[in-house]
């Protein structure tokens, strides 16, 4: 029981990074657009730039749908030990 409560709580922390990786990679995408040393590069390095912050978006949605299938099994894995065990907790 203990080990899949550590594994559900890990989860959700991984779920929760990729979710704040995500919203820094779009913050970064949107100073990056401001910037005055943006509008000055080739159109190649404006291509690899914008790929490089679309694969990183790609990655942390990845990991964050990972993260939340994780977390479902864990959390069913729990319920299902809680049902096996029927842990009486008044004793």
């Known amino acids: 029981m203990l080990v899949s409560l550590m594994a559900r709580l890990n989860a959700i922390s991984m779920r929760n ?3 704040y990786a995500m919203m820094r990679n779009n913050m970064n995408m949107m100073s990056a ?4 040393s943006f509008m000055g ?3 190649p390095a404006l291509h690899r730039a914008d790929m490089n912050f679309a694969m990183n978006n790609e990655i942390y949605q990845t990991q964050y749908l990972l993260a939340s299938a994780q977390e479902k099994a864990a959390a069913q894995l729990m319920a299902q030990e809680a049902k096996n ?3 009486s907790y008044i004793a």
Do not use: D, T, W
């Open 17 to 19: 990074n990729a979710q």
């Open 33 to 36: 657009m401001r910037s005055p």
């Open 41 to 43: 590069m080739s159109m």
């Open 85 to 87: 065990n029927k842990i």
